[in-house]
């Protein structure tokens, strides 16, 4: 049998070139062939380069792709070039004028060190597969203001030597010592110091040397009249450690002056000598009073027993010499403390009524 007669058309007279029927796939299956359109490529999701904005591409049937108003850009070209090769046109300025920063504030770029780094050469530890392109620089932007003015010191100011060199106040007056002290120490220190810018230190040399006289005196008159008092033997003792302790003194206090002289202040050696000056002067000082309230008692405890006659009372004879004289320095003593305690007593009287005067003053009006 031939192949024609295998296949049979169904429905009879329904038959076109759009439209086939076969017995494989059914007697009532249909298949479609073909379409009213012609084939078409497939469409990719990027838009079609053209050379030429605005001309498609020369083919067949209608395009559906349309020149993109912004083409990515090329590598090569920059984007104030158009495609063609001809410049693109500048847009038309509006109808205000465009602004103009002034010349003060305009910004100044600075390239900071990663571009001068990057051109200098090769960094050490770098990556090469991030590529030759050095980074971008961070810019840095500078308003030179028209009123900014920096001033620059003219004269050098010399060092100063204060911590090497001690600097003493001048007092005018009595009542500054007292009005410029904090404490008793600094009224004592600046007392002195007020004392010694009134006195020269000759008078101070000549008054130390007459108290050396004294003590010498003091201890060889005790020491020849030791076994002549037998009513009390430590009255002669008593003249030849205050002698002794008051040479002392005032060898300490010569060599203190000497210490705290102006030559002698820029040094650290003299200010570590007048240190231990006055922790010396300030014992012997403790050991002079005490010394002095124990020959105070022996002197004058002695005043109502005492005889100068040698005889049958012998138990209670002393040279009359050596008592008198006892007796005197005894008295000399207390009496130049007692001066100075009531001296002291009247400046902070007198500081006192200095520092209440504008109080008072105030109260009156």
Not at 166 to 185: E, F, I, Q
Not at 275 to 280: A, G, S, V
């Amino acid at each position: 049998m031939a192949r024609s007669q295998m296949h049979t058309n169904f429905p009879a007279g329904i038959s076109s070139s759009r439209y086939a029927s076969s017995e494989l796939i059914g007697a009532y299956d249909e298949m479609r062939l073909g379409s009213d359109q012609p084939p078409q490529r497939p469409q990719s999701g990027y838009p079609e380069y053209h050379p030429h904005p605005g001309r498609p591409l020369s083919q067949p049937g209608p395009s559906r792709s349309t020149p993109s108003p912004n083409p990515p850009l090329i590598p090569g070209h920059q984007r104030n070039i158009s495609y063609d090769g001809q410049p693109m046109q500048q847009p038309q300025q509006g109808p205000y004028p465009p602004l103009v920063r002034p010349s003060t504030l305009q910004p100044l770029i600075t390239p900071t060190g990663s571009l001068t780094s990057s051109m200098k050469g090769p960094t050490h530890g770098r990556n090469s597969s991030h590529g030759t392109n050095p980074r971008t620089p961070t810019q840095r932007v500078r308003y030179n203001l028209p009123d900014e003015r920096v001033y620059m010191p003219t004269s050098a100011v010399p060092p100063s030597n204060a911590s090497t060199t001690t600097s003493r106040r001048r007092y005018d007056k009595l009542a500054d010592v007292y009005s410029m002290s904090g404490d008793t120490a600094d009224f004592a220190r600046n007392f002195g110091d007020y004392v010694d810018d009134r006195c020269p230190r000759s008078v101070w040399f000549c008054a130390f040397i007459s108290l050396l006289l004294m003590g010498l005196l003091f201890m060889m008159f005790g020491a020849f009249n030791i076994p002549f008092c037998h009513i009390q033997p430590m009255i002669p003792i008593f003249l030849v450690v205050s002698g002794l302790l008051i040479m002392t003194s005032c060898g300490v206090r010569m060599y203190g002056l000497l210490v705290s002289s102006p030559d002698m202040r820029s040094h650290r050696s003299g200010l570590s000598s007048a240190l231990c000056c006055n922790l010396l002067e300030a014992i012997l000082f403790i050991a002079n009073v005490v010394w002095l309230i124990l020959g105070a008692v022996w002197v004058y405890g002695s005043r109502r027993y005492v005889s100068f006659q040698r005889g049958m009372f012998e138990d209670h004879y002393c040279d009359e010499g050596l008592y008198w004289f006892a007796f005197a320095a005894v008295t000399l003593q207390i009496t130049f403390i007692i001066l100075a305690i009531v001296g002291l007593l009247i400046l902070v009287c007198l500081g006192a009524f200095k520092e209440a005067e504008p109080s008072l003053a105030s109260l009156e009006d």
